[in-house]
């Protein structure tokens, strides 16, 4: 039986920014570092293996090429949507914790 090797990439993207930029990359003890601090750090994490395998081609701090636009594009959109529901909870949570204390 073969083992698999862990893989993971990280990016970062700011609005100023022209593109995603790859601020993290590895495989096996590394992968395994880099997903331990968006455990920690309550960052997204979303599995692609065929993605992670064009990511690991590229160099740090390397914007991601046109090619990847789109399939980074639906991924953002959805890390967006997913902190859009967390905040939604956050703030329902708050409201159900207000209306128990008098």
Do not use: H, W
């Amino acid at each position: 039986m073969k083992k698999t090797v862990k893989k993971a990439a990280a990016l970062k993207y700011n609005l100023d920014q022209t593109a995603p930029q790859m601020l993290a990359k590895g495989k096996g003890i590394i992968a395994e570092k880099i997903l331990g601090v968006g455990i920690e750090q309550d960052i997204p994490i979303y599995e692609d293996p065929n993605l992670v395998e064009s990511l690991l081609q590229m160099d740090l701090g390397e914007y991601i090429p046109p090619e990847l636009y789109e399939i980074v594009a639906e991924i953002l959109i959805f890390i967006q949507d997913l902190d859009t529901l967390k905040i939604a909870q956050d703030k329902v949570n708050i409201n159900e914790k207000s209306s128990f204390r008098r």
